[in-house]
């Protein structure tokens, strides 16, 4: 909000209040969504390591993620891809929800303890518009409940935009024909009146579905109170998406909403924007097999760029960063085939000063290629000062415990024995399962094969499956 580099304090040590805006399941995710998550990921585990308690809350936007021209149509993403793929919208976020929890595994991220999905929380969405209606914050105008920017004089502030300056057609968001019934051209649909849309609730207001920002205030105060401590999101929803949170929220409780943000800036690949008509947006597990990397190269090249500012993923950076986690697991095991005593008080020396010095690069504003810095420094010095079995041994720890918070090394295990004809069998069940709808037990399936090593992975020719690990 200040734009200033400060301190951290939870409101209420040792426990921290999350929210990282999650994904939209309409599509696949491609890397560059990821950079936002990992952001959050590492936050958690910078605070972890610091003895603070953190709570994850990453909302799944399964309904009502609409831009202004998609409400004029009656239509949101999700629904356009249930008609577009002939599946039902359900069926649509569990397919795109699944790879997504998928590429999130193989990217190291930690579970949020909360995946609250939009379509499983409406009735607490209508419950906080009827709050703002009774406030006078919002309205009904024609076929929707709008939000009145002009009653919340902090509108804005996030983005540092004026309420004055905000005019019709800015953005690309509302056109002269969209503002009809509108107070103010900036106005914000809570909720949408469309008795034929696919996926619709029954609402004081008639049968329709919330608007996508409301959603996220609805979520966060529910599951982690009235203020938390930290919210993020990539660049692009700063406006209007986390500048109508913050209004819907602080409307309602008279509370600042969250009292610091993090937002990833925008993601490059080998120097150009990713976009559908470049054919660049490329999948995760596509990515990484075309480059014959594993996928934490691919976290390790994105979190080695500063989260404020622009970055660029190219092929090289990540090439690169496969190679710095082969050189940092060859340390180890040289490391732990130390014999000997050799002499503690150098490299004991060295090793307090990694711990410290990593330490407090990621304290400050998360500067991972400066914690990844000492680590190649403590790898130099001690392949020079050639230590024994004990310092080995330390060191070991030492970067164990760094790994713990940037989460680079593949967890080794055993490949499973595999028998085609089986998996072949379970994949036919689980899509009998998910023909009758009963997504729970094709789920458990799905879990129950990845934890044997086994990925499934749908696409529009069916599902196929490959070993991993």
Not at 51 to 79: C, F, P, W
Not at 167 to 190: C, H, M, T, Y
Not at 205 to 224: F, R, V
Not at 325 to 336: A, D, K, P, S, T
Request: aromatic share 8%.
């Amino acid at each position: 909000m200040t734009r200033e580099l400060e301190r951290f304090e939870p409101l209420a040590p040792p426990r921290v209040t999350m929210y990282n805006c999650g994904p939209t399941v309409y599509s696949y995710a491609h890397v560059g969504n990821f950079r936002s998550f990992l952001l959050g990921d590492l936050v958690r585990r910078v605070l972890a390591d610091q003895g603070l308690a953190v709570t994850q809350v990453m909302n799944i936007t399964d309904v009502g993620h609409l831009t202004e021209d998609d409400l004029d149509r009656g239509e949101d993403k999700l629904a356009k891809a249930a008609r577009a793929e002939r599946r039902t919208p359900a069926q649509v976020a569990e397919l795109y929800m699944g790879a997504f929890f998928e590429d999130l595994d193989a990217l190291g991220m930690l579970r949020a303890h909360h995946y609250p999905r939009a379509s499983e929380h409406v009735q607490l969405m209508i419950e906080h518009i009827a709050r703002l209606m009774d406030a006078g914050y919002a309205y009904l105008s024609g076929d929707a409940v709008l939000f009145d920017v002009s009653r919340f004089e902090r509108y804005g502030a996030l983005s540092r935009k004026r309420l004055e300056d905000l005019r019709a057609g800015s953005g690309g968001r509302v056109s002269e024909e969209q503002i009809a019934g509108k107070r103010n051209p900036q106005d914000f649909r809570l909720w949408k009146i469309d008795e034929s849309h696919l996926m619709k609730w029954d609402s004081p207001w008639g049968q329709g579905y919330p608007g996508w920002h409301i959603e996220c205030s609805a979520m966060a105060t529910h599951y982690l109170g009235e203020t938390i401590d930290i919210h993020t999101g990539g660049e692009d929803n700063v406006f209007p998406h986390h500048e109508s949170e913050i209004a819907q929220a602080e409307a309602v409780t008279g509370k600042p909403f969250a009292r610091f943000w993090l937002h990833a800036q925008h993601l490059m690949i080998n120097g150009q924007k990713m976009s559908k008509s470049l054919g660049n947006t490329y999948r995760l597990g596509r990515y990484v097999e075309d480059l014959g990397v594993h996928p934490l190269a691919v976290r390790l090249a994105i979190l080695s760029m500063h989260h404020g500012k622009q970055g660029n993923l190219s092929d090289e950076s990540v090439v690169a960063a496969q190679e710095t986690i082969g050189r940092v697991q060859n340390f180890i095991r040289r490391m732990q085939g130390l014999t000997g005593e050799g002499g503690m008080d150098a490299t004991g020396a060295r090793i307090a000063a990694f711990e410290k010095g990593w330490r407090e690069a990621l304290c400050d504003d998360l500067n991972v290629s400066a914690a990844m810095a000492e680590l190649h420094g403590l790898m130099t010095d001690l392949n020079r000062l050639q230590p024994g079995a004990e310092a080995g041994r330390d060191a070991v720890a030492a970067v164990h415990r760094v790994d713990a918070v940037l989460g680079l090394l593949p967890v080794e295990r055993e490949r499973p024995t595999i028998d085609p004809g089986e998996i072949d069998r379970l994949v036919a069940l689980r899509a009998e399962l998910r023909s009758q709808r009963r997504f729970a037990d094709a789920d458990k399936v799905r879990e129950d094969l990845k934890a044997r090593g086994i990925l499934l992975e749908d696409g529009p020719r069916g599902t196929t499956w490959r070993v991993v690990g």
